[in-house]
């Protein structure tokens, strides 16, 4: 594979100044030429502005978080990332690389989740070029290829989780996004190492039910709600009577039997669990009318 090699060009305000000072002496000699009618000095001074100038294509400027990847003849000579005014061959090809630091954010991707219920996802990836060379010569276009591969990787991301946890521990979209946002981003950096890209970081932006889904989705969340609620409700309950079964027994308030004692326990989950105020009813027989 063709790596990176970093290159130190001659600096170029030393080269301007040395080609302005051949420029300077040449036209001196053109004169002196001139008044000697000498043509043979007139030609050598015609070829020296013509290289001179020809010279002056080797200037390069290279600003803060970019290089410049050389080329000569098509081969790869190195890239040059110090900024600054610099001076190279003039018949190399200079291509200009951003280092800074880019952001992508992919369309809306339509996908089945792992348990096969269509969504809408989509996410931001923040990433920057590291390895010039890679950049250039391994891949076609490497911020196409940035865009293809990273909303690849949100797709297959998506099919390997559900989009809501159904058992204890499991991990979804849309409660684990710390742990979804780190996989997204080793996998898209698995993708894009090949072009010399670094991800730094890769999270979901959008994440949602398919339209065609979304309300009968909501209405089982809010049923499984419902059912979280009233098992924590009827586990509260149960607790209670048997605190108070437990109490009336250790002070001997009332000697109750098997029959009495089921009766309690169930007038207790009724006033317990209902979700209405219990209504007093006033007993004017026995215990057992």
Request: proline share 2%; charged share 20%; glycine share 6%.
């Amino acid at each position: 594979m063709l790596r990176e090699k970093e290159i130190k060009g001659i600096s170029g305000w030393l080269m301007l100044v040395a080609l302005l000072g051949l420029l300077a002496g040449g036209i001196y000699l053109l004169i002196s030429a001139i008044r000697a009618e000498d043509p043979l000095w007139i030609i050598l001074w015609l070829v020296a502005c013509v290289a001179i100038f020809f010279c002056l294509f080797g200037l390069t400027i290279v600003n803060p978080n970019e290089a410049r990847v050389i080329q000569l003849f098509g081969r790869y000579v190195g890239s040059l990332k110090a900024q600054g005014l610099w001076w190279v061959n003039p018949l190399t090809l200079r291509r200009k690389v951003s280092l800074r630091v880019r952001n992508f954010e992919s369309s809306k991707l339509k996908v089945n989740d792992h348990d096969g219920n269509p969504i809408e996802i989509a996410s931001v990836v923040v990433w920057r070029v590291v390895e010039t060379a890679e950049a250039i010569f391994h891949v076609d276009d490497y911020e196409h290829f940035v865009h293809v591969q990273s909303e690849s990787a949100v797709r297959n991301l998506a099919t390997s989780y559900p989009y809501d946890a159904h058992e204890e521990g499991q991990i979804s979209l849309r409660l684990a996004a710390g742990e979804i946002a780190h996989k997204l981003r080793e996998e898209i950096q698995e993708r894009l190492v090949q072009a010399g890209v670094e991800v730094i970081e890769a999270r979901i932006s959008h994440l949602a039910y398919a339209p065609e889904i979304a309300s009968a989705m909501l209405r089982r969340q809010q049923a499984s709600a419902i059912i979280a609620a009233r098992q924590k409700i009827v586990e509260g309950a149960v607790g209670m009577v048997e605190m108070a079964l437990e109490l009336l027994s250790a002070k001997k308030v009332v000697q109750l039997d098997e029959e009495r004692r089921a009766t309690m326990v169930s007038n207790l989950l009724v006033v317990l669990c209902s979700d209405r105020d219990a209504q007093p009813v006033v007993n004017t027989g026995t215990l057992y009318q």
